[in-house]
């Protein structure tokens, strides 16, 4: 056997190259240049997008410990993650974060974040006491019941809520409110413009995500039929803001998934309103809550990092103050939010039922908002724990500004002759957060496909005619 000698200068050349193979191998597997949103600040369930390349191999670590993120969704150019629940001892209430894409046992740094811990809410302090509404005219409740008579089974908009003692109008009714002599002071509340929801429906009815609808709203006080014209074809969407100022109480959703997060565009908050008395959001609750993880509600920055401070809520500790008849229906198992709807009767045991209804209302000074930090507010999200039954999510209109969607371009008539294999196109271009278009012929929905060809981006709708 022939021996290889090697000199000081041959060994300390082959170590460099081992050196140089050794560091290829591991950049070779580091993700490269990453974008991560939010940059600075988030709290429990947000949802963090990290965009690279070479991504699909990659799992997502908080810190050096055990705490891996909850995956949403991977590809090779992107990964969605929420935060999970992280413990801050009091009196703190954040702490630092190491954002890590992880492979082969490695993590490879890519943010660093401060994590918020939400504030649990007082429910001396945000409790509503008593609800008005125009169920047949007029009607006022504090407590739950079980007289009939004083159960709605219709539609019905919130009119005004006793907040701190004080009752504050909505703006819905009230001139029947002085009628009845009902001392209040004005508002102006109106829901938010849930545009669209975000998030998948569960696989079948075992996670009782359901529509819940006055039990008369169909026609009939002992069926619930799926048919009725005013509860046929509803979208998630629409419970939720239906009803006079989109304050209807007479319907909402149940056990909405913690896919499904909501996120609206704020503007123009009004300093002044910080730290008055008056409400600023309130939030419903309309069927029975169990105990479990909590909704999540914060005020963003553009970027989506947190503002203020996040507040959660249990609401099995918020006193009832009303109870109401319905039906439930099952919603379109396994399909987006945005698309699914009401299909049949959840049973005979949901039929014709009772439910409580419960409104918690919030200050902008309960999120930290404060003078200081109230210009960096650009949105407002909410995080369902996946036991959320919501009717609406209101504000005061006083308090802030919610822009609803903006058509700013309508489309333009086009004169086309029929029988010339000719094409035209309509555009319509509009302003808003998570829009949905659905383009009409004399009243009837147009199909994607066939004559017709649609394409679009966040802002601007086109809709082709392929032949006349």
Not at 243 to 260: A, E, F, H, Q
Not at 401 to 417: D, E, G, M, Y
Request: hydrophobic letters at 35%.
């Amino acid at each position: 056997m022939k021996k290889i000698l090697l000199s000081a200068t041959h060994r300390i050349d082959l170590t460099i190259v081992l050196m140089l193979l050794m560091s290829i191998g591991i950049f070779a597997q580091s993700p490269g240049t990453t974008v991560v949103t939010p940059n600075t600040s988030v709290t429990f369930r947000t949802v963090i997008t990290i965009t690279g390349t070479g991504l699909t191999n990659y799992t997502v670590r908080f810190n050096n410990s055990g705490t891996d993120a909850t995956l949403i969704s991977r590809t090779n150019t992107q990964i969605l993650v929420a935060v999970p629940s992280f413990t801050v001892t009091a009196p703190a209430t954040t702490t630092s974060l190491t954002l890590n894409l992880r492979r082969n046992s490695v993590n490879y740094p890519v943010a660093s974040l401060t994590y918020h811990a939400p504030s649990n809410t007082v429910v001396n302090n945000a409790k509503v006491s008593r609800l008005y509404t125009d169920w047949q005219g007029y009607w006022t409740s504090n407590n739950t019941t079980t007289v009939l008579a004083n159960q709605p089974d219709r539609q019905h908009s919130l009119t005004a809520l006793e907040y701190g003692g004080i009752t504050y109008s909505t703006g819905v009714a009230d001139a029947v409110l002085s009628a009845k002599g009902i001392s209040y002071t004005a508002a102006d509340f109106k829901a938010l413009p849930v545009n669209s929801i975000s998030g998948t429906t569960p696989s079948s009815s075992g996670a009782s995500n359901y529509f819940a609808m006055a039990s008369k709203m169909d026609g009939s006080a002992s069926s619930a039929i799926a048919t009725a014209p005013e509860v046929a074809g509803r979208k998630a969407k629409d419970v939720l803001i239906d009803g006079i100022k989109g304050l209807g109480i007479g319907t909402g959703m149940t056990n909405m998934s913690t896919s499904s997060i909501f996120e609206f565009v704020v503007s123009d908050i009004a300093e002044s309103r910080i730290n008055d008395g008056e409400p600023d959001l309130v939030v419903s609750q309309v069927a029975e809550p169990t105990s479990g993880d909590n909704d999540i509600y914060c005020f963003v920055d553009s970027n989506g990092n947190i503002v203020g401070r996040p507040v959660s809520v249990t609401m099995q500790n918020i006193p009832a103050i009303g109870t109401y008849k319905l039906d439930l229906f099952n919603i379109t198992f396994n399909s987006t939010y945005d698309v699914a709807t009401l299909t049949n009767s959840a049973g005979i045991s949901n039929t014709n039922t009772t439910r409580p209804i419960r409104l918690v209302g919030y200050k902008l000074s309960d999120f930290g908002i404060t003078a200081e930090n109230m210009e960096s507010i650009a949105g407002f999200k909410i995080m369902p724990s996946g036991i959320s039954d919501p009717a609406f999510i209101a504000y005061n209109a006083n308090s802030m500004l919610i822009p609803s969607p903006k058509i700013n371009t309508q489309p333009t008539s086009v004169v086309a002759c029929t029988g010339t294999g000719t094409s035209t196109s309509f555009t319509v271009n509009a302003t808003g957060i998570n829009l949905t278009y659905q383009w009409k012929k004399n009243g009837v929905s147009l199909v994607n496909g066939g004559q017709y060809k649609r394409r679009h981006n966040s802002h601007t709708q086109h809709y082709k005619r392929i032949s006349f």
